[in-house]
Antibody, heavy 117, light 113 residues
Framework: EVALVESGGGLVQPGGSLRLSCAAS????????MGWVRQAPGKGLEWVAN????????YYVDSVKGRFTISRDNAKNSLYLQMNGLMAEDTAIYYC??????????WGQGTLVTVSS | DVVLTQSPLSLPVTLGQPASISCRSS???????????LTWLQQRPGQSPRRLIY???NRDSGVPDRFSGSGSGTDFTLKITRVEAEDVGVYYC??????????FGQGTKVEIK
């Protein structure tokens, strides 16, 4: 059974850092583009970043460029999002997402990031 | 960036009645490989999103056949033939034809009258 389990969220002060992790199981992780999508409280969905199967390509939404870094470890079936310079507007649930026959194929349960002093 | 505009944003429906959600794109979603990467997602209250439909009209595994997707170019529709209580939630269209970035519609909240 396919599973994506995010971890690493929490409360952080403005300007701080967090590293999110996503543990994948039930499928061949290295075959898939993977990404992060976030959802601010009570709001819609916003794509954040994604990464190619072998990590050779990465893309980011403009609002996080230079602050966030997506990475993966195919040996550990894991996806990561290093978030630096966090701002209040980064407060959201962050979902790990698999791509297959297009975007948004499978979603994790999400991890909440709260940026507040 | 591609802008997806959904309508209506709120959809009260009687149980057993049909429902329809429109998603319009600011540009054609036909990708260079000939496919149209228009996806429909369902987000039930308190849950993470779940993909229902990919490439306009293909149902994902386990999705009831009362859900169907149609459309082409810039105009797309999600239809539910007979709404059930478990269909309550927010529905999003999403495009992966012109990225980065992937983009989403605003969401349509489906509720029971």
């Amino acid at each position: 059974e396919v599973a994506l389990v995010e971890s690493g969220g929490g409360l952080v002060q403005p300007g701080g850092s967090l590293r999110l992790s996503c543990a994948a199981s039930g499928f061949t992780f290295s075959y898939h583009w993977m990404g992060w999508v976030r959802q601010a409280p009570g709001k819609g969905l916003e794509w954040v970043a994604n990464i190619a199967q072998d990590g050779s390509a990465e893309y980011y939404v403009d609002s996080v460029k230079g602050r966030f870094t997506i990475s993966r470890d195919n040996a550990k079936n894991s996806l990561y999002l290093q978030m630096n310079g966090l701002m209040a507007e980064d407060t959201a649930i962050y979902y790990c997402v698999r791509e297959y026959y297009g975007p948004g194929d499978f979603w994790g349960q999400g991890t909440l990031v709260t940026v507040s002093s | 960036d591609v802008v997806l505009t959904q309508s209506p944003l709120s959809l009260p429906v009687t149980l057993g009645q049909p429902a329809s959600i429109s998603c319009r794109s600011s540009q054609s979603l036909v990708y260079s490989d000939g496919n149209t990467y228009l996806t429909w997602l369902q987000q039930r209250p308190g849950q993470s999103p779940r993909r229902l439909i990919y490439k306009v009209s293909n149902r994902d595994s386990g999705v009831p056949d009362r859900f169907s997707g149609s459309g082409s170019g810039t105009d797309f529709t999600l239809k539910i033939t007979r709404v059930e209580a478990e269909d309550v939630g927010v529905y999003y269209c999403m495009q992966g034809s012109h990225w980065p970035p992937w983009t989403f519609g605003q969401g349509t909240k489906v509720e029971i009258k």
